[in-house]
């Protein structure tokens, strides 16, 4: 199967859709403000935007619709998706959300005080959004390995223990909790090892601090740590996940992603009082413990999903699919992050841009060429990270660029991967062509969802 890459699934349904021509394309980029987050879906005939809630369900998922209890209060799918998470995460309580962001605000919300610090590995978008919101500061405590796309770094997306014990020394009584993500999105997708979530576990314990793991993506995370990690090759990716998760004190996840679900989402822990006050928040932002904010056919299929985004035979076949569309990258001259990861391929843009400076956003320039070449979809941004730089003893903003090319799951087949490749291949031929572009708006929070770009020149 590596090899063909024939998936271990066939296709029972096709949704049709549509390159719009050239002069088109155009004028579609003018109008969005050369934004990938103002183009509509009928506008594209390639989607990588984003891996999040893009799956295509299965038909035992779509069967699970039809068996929602829509009682308001204590619903039978509620119970269904509850043991399926308990067996999963070895957590007692689960609240269900309806997404990660949710989960992200019920947790945080519980936690975080205006004042405190939160470390972790990198922090994500909403995941940052949310800790500034309850007026808290991410420290990302990454290592240089960031920045580097000319080795490989088979888990890129470890915390570095030097910069977590150097925080833990300095600020320990600001720090209610650290939080861990894998796959690493910010790390270009790539995993952490159990060694690191151990490590970090014995660093944590010296100051009675729990971990929480935000783990939307821990499936395909602990599927490379089987392949890549000693000792874990003749585990099964179940009991590598439950072996991870007993490091921490409690997950939650968007199952947008490894749970092959289109919503939906949970937070998971093991004590009692903290899962009490999150079921209290969770009834202000989105509804009755047993069903949070979703329509329990929902929950009937989170249950069939997560139990179907462990299925070993889909994993490989994912993890090889995202490979091989790196390995076309990287035949056309593209620098990518190596080995590649889970949600996607990730590109050093200035490998295809070396005359455009940071300010001629020529993250911006490939999304726009890719589109414009091709009608593919995908995103390019500056992402902060408040990096600890030890020898100084200061954190600092720096920003990590790349453009990311995330993969939809079990929806997008070998052929759309070459299709992507062909048009990377036009672009890097005319890359020299475009001069880059300036912002014309950026808001403060979350900025590069409402962001418009005009060309230079």
Known sequence: MRETLAPPFRIKAVEYVRLPDRGERERILREAGYSPFRIRSEEVYIDLLTDSGTAAMSDEQWAAMMRGDEAYVGSRNYYRFEGVVREITGFEHVIPTHQGRAAENVLFGSLIKPGDIIPGNTHFDTTRAHIVDKGGRPIDLIGEWLW?????????????????????????????FILLTGVNNVACSSPISMENIKETRELAERYDIPIYIDACRFFENCYLIKLRESGYHNKSVAEIVREALSYADGCYMSCKKDGLVNIGGFVSVGDEELAQRCRERLVLYEGFPTYGGLARRDLEVMAVGLMEGLDERY????????????????????????????????????????????????????????????????????????????????????????????????????????????VMGRVTERSRLNKGFRVVYWPEILGHFFARFEPIG
């Open 148 to 176: 580097d796309f000319e080795h490989e770094y088979p888990f890129k997306g470890n915390l570095d223990p030097a910069r977590l014990e150097y925080i833990l020394k300095e600020h320990h009584e600001r720090i209610p």
């Open 315 to 422: 994993l490989e076949w994912r993890i090889r699919q995202v490979e091989y569309l790196g390995e076309l990258f990287s035949r056309l001259g593209v620098r990518v992050s190596r080995p590649t990861g889970g949600s996607g391929v990730f590109v050093d843009v200035y490998s295809i841009y070396p005359h455009l400076t940071d300010e001629k956003l020529p993250e911006v320039a490939l999304f726009a060429d890719m589109y414009l070449e091709g009608g593919v979809r995908m995103v390019g941004a500056p992402f902060p990270v408040d990096f600890v730089d030890l020898e100084r003893g200061e954190v600092e903003r720096r920003s990590f660029k790349f453009a990311r090319f995330a993969i939809p799951r079990r929806a997008l087949t070998k052929a759309h991967m070459e299709y992507v490749a062909a």
